[in-house]
Nanobody, 125 residues
Framework: VQLQASGGGMVQTGGSLRLSCAASGRTFGTRNMAWFRQAPGKEREFVAAIGWSGKRIKYADFVQGRFDISRDTAKTTVSLQMHRLKPEDTAVYYC???????????????????WGQGTLVTVSS
């Protein structure tokens, strides 16, 4: 599975961005997908995950209803729509595909083997 993330940029506090992750590989439809982020000097942290069928979704507590993760199996893409962005959301955002097929989506970095290159989101105050 190869992943290509896009959609990052600079926005003001309260703005919105939509991140997309294009996946290649025949097993995309059987793998859970997730978004993580990493701010300068900090560890990579979980943002959101969606199950292989699109039915199971998990969010980090800090999301607080501001983000929506979705997947389009036909187009092999996973998206993260972000609203009401805050300066603390500034980070490089990575999409990831799970190590194992099927199963529940994980919040852990170790649960994902395939990673995109990251896309930078900057939120100015």
């Amino acid at each position: 599975v190869q992943l290509q993330a896009s959609g990052g940029g600079m926005v003001q506090t309260g703005g919105s961005l939509r991140l997309s992750c294009a996946a290649s590989g025949r097993t995309f439809g059987t793998r859970n997908m997730a978004w993580f982020r990493q701010a300068p000097g900090k560890e990579r942290e979980f943002v959101a995950a969606i199950g292989w069928s699109g039915k199971r979704i998990k969010y980090a507590d800090f999301v607080q209803g501001r983000f929506d993760i979705s997947r389009d199996t036909a187009k092999t893409t996973v998206s993260l729509q972000m609203h009401r962005l805050k300066p603390e959301d500034t980070a490089v955002y990575y999409c990831a595909a799970a190590t194992d097929k099927y199963g529940p989506p994980s919040r852990l970095v170790d649960g994902y083997t395939y990673w995109g290159q990251g896309t930078l989101v900057t939120v100015s105050s």
